[in-house]
């Protein structure tokens, strides 16, 4: 029944002040911000037949005393007296206090009190409204979840402890001072008009996922971290904006371990790739160091003595070798199912590929899996990976590719510029036209549903950026129609497809 009102709500919905979000307490770590109503008329849902007939399917399954409301908010969403015309905020806490709300505005207090009156009169719904003060509270007799609703906000407070949830009436009660209003961290996330935002305090949210997760891993460096996520559905494609802010020295330095790249490895990665990605690297040294301290000494000891021994270098002194552009893909591969692969790294020096030697060639002597070549060697891998494969240092790049060059280089792709400087490319498309991914498919319906699904997306592209500045990332959809509503339609037709199956 609550489902019913929700669907019905959610779906049909297009006040008071800004302060209704003075309900998140101030020390939330996690806050999303979703703009319901933009996205709803983005996507063109109640236009959809199939989305229609889902509702009148479920208000003809609501007990007959009930229905009567429900369809008078189909008609009218504003009878609910909640505002769905302003965004409504998923926030989480601390994992110390393990608390999560959601929280919407309300338009008009008495209609949101009709409303769980109304529903409070099914025996089997077990709600009752009970004044508290200045504020509502709806008792459902279940302590993980609570619902309360006041002049400006209702909010549902839920739990993820195991323990009772925590009072609604008491973050309704919050002065400003107490709430998320009082935190500057999060004063973008207030005037941010995406479709969808979330801001976080990643240092916090880091030490609460370690504590859950059991990660003994520190989190030191990103202490006092701040991230944005913004998400808007445009015609064609979906634009994902992120950027993390932190004074951490330490944190400033990884970041400048990237830079733009200079297209070394471009015509070797072949035109048609699953997968493709391109970046440039300074120094790893900054990188390396935050890794080594995330692990115990005596384990990154015990390893790193291991490599030295084997190999007759350590890991510092391999990362003193590299800087330039490093590259990778993943590629179809000519009258075989599985793909091909390949790596490229732009080096500093010849002292790593002078160990490479060292250790290869005196099992080049002796194996006909290895023979020497004019830059190097070709690995004789076709009966396990479907091709041979070549080890090579030439022009101070070391690479280890498919040893047939590409038909087409990625030149030629139309997303060629996504690498110019830097990035990746996902090409979905290509991915789902793989025979194993079909044949996989074929034999599993819910499989079938979903890769249907995924054909509405055409790829995902990432291009440098200043690591300083706002990242950026696009999915490209198939069609040229509103992102959201493509993502409907297709969502619509996995869902009928398995209904008919």
């Known amino acids: 029944m609550m489902t019913t009102l929700a669907l019905v709500i959610m779906l049909t919905s297009c006040s008071k002040s800004d302060d209704y979000v003075s309900a998140i307490p101030s020390d939330a770590v996690f806050v999303a911000k979703i703009n319901v109503s933009s996205m709803v008329k983005k996507s063109a849902v109640m236009s959809t037949p199939d989305i229609k007939d889902q509702i009148?399917?479920?208000?003809e399954k609501t007990p007959e005393n009930l229905r009567a409301k429900v369809q008078e908010i189909k008609d009218n969403p504003d009878n609910s007296?909640?505002?769905?015309?302003?965004?409504?905020?998923?926030?989480?806490?601390?994992?110390?206090?393990?608390?999560?709300?959601?929280?919407?505005?309300?338009?008009?207090?008495?209609?949101?009190?009709?409303?769980?009156?109304?529903?409070?009169?099914?025996?089997?719904?077990?709600?009752?409204?009970?004044?508290?003060?200045?504020?509502?509270?709806?008792?459902?007799?279940?302590?993980?979840?609570?619902?309360?609703?006041?002049?400006?906000?209702?909010?549902?407070?839920?739990n993820f402890d195991g323990k009772s949830a925590e009072d609604a009436v008491s973050l309704l009660s919050q002065e400003s001072s107490e709430s998320i209003l009082s935190n500057n961290k999060f004063d973008q996330l207030l005037g941010e008009g995406s479709d969808f935002a979330a801001f976080y305090d990643y240092g916090s949210l880091m030490k609460s996922v370690n504590t859950l997760t059991g990660n003994r891993s520190k989190a030191d460096i990103f202490e006092g971290a701040i991230g944005n996520l913004s998400v808007n559905f445009e015609n064609g494609e979906i634009v994902v904006k992120s950027k993390l802010d932190s004074d951490n020295e330490q944190y400033k330095q990884i970041l400048g371990c990237v830079k733009p790249a200079k297209g070394a490895f471009l015509s070797s990665i072949p035109a048609d790739s699953y997968v493709a990605m391109q970046v440039g690297?300074?120094?790893?040294?900054?990188?390396?160091?935050?890794?080594?301290?995330?692990?115990?000494?005596?384990?990154?000891?015990?390893?790193?003595?291991?490599?030295?021994?084997?190999?007759?270098?350590?890991?510092?002194?391999?990362?003193?070798?590299?800087?330039?552009?490093?590259?990778m893909f993943v590629a179809p591969q000519m009258g075989a199912e599985n793909p091909t692969f390949g790596v490229g790294i732009q080096l500093k020096d010849d002292q790593l590929w002078k160990k490479i030697q060292e250790l290869l060639d005196p099992m080049a002597e002796q194996s006909p899996e290895i023979e020497k070549s004019a830059t190097g060697y070709v690995l004789n891998l076709a009966a396990a990976l479907g091709c041979d494969y070549a080890l090579s240092f030439d022009d101070g790049k070391l690479s280890f590719l498919p040893n047939a060059a590409p038909s087409q280089s990625f030149k030629s792709n139309p997303y060629a510029k996504t690498l110019d400087d830097g990035g990746f490319v996902i090409d979905i498309q290509g991915i789902l036209a793989n025979p194993s991914v079909k044949a996989f498919a074929q034999r599993d319906r819910e499989v079938a549903a979903l890769l249907s699904f995924c054909s509405s997306f055409k790829a995902i592209t990432a291009q440098y950026q200043d690591p300083t500045k706002v990242q950026q990332a696009r999915i490209i959809m198939a069609n040229d129609k509103n992102a959201l509503a493509s993502l409907v339609d297709a969502g619509i037709d996995a869902y009928m497809s398995l209904q008919r199956n």
Request: charged share 25%.
């Open 56 to 59: 009148e399917a479920a208000i």
């Open 81 to 158: 007296g909640i505002d769905f015309s302003k965004p409504i905020y998923f926030a989480v806490t601390s994992v110390s206090r393990s608390r999560a709300m959601v929280v919407a505005a309300v338009k008009d207090r008495k209609k949101v009190e009709e409303l769980f009156k109304t529903f409070g009169e099914d025996p089997s719904a077990n709600m009752e409204v009970v004044k508290r003060g200045a504020f509502s509270e709806v008792e459902t007799g279940e302590d993980f979840c609570k619902l309360a609703f006041g002049d400006n906000s209702v909010v549902l407070s839920f």
């Open 281 to 327: 690297i300074s120094d790893l040294t900054p990188m390396s160091a935050f890794i080594k301290d995330q692990m115990p000494k005596s384990q990154y000891d015990e390893a790193n003595n291991a490599l030295s021994q084997s190999f007759g270098m350590d890991m510092e002194a391999i990362e003193r070798c590299i800087g330039g552009d490093m590259a």
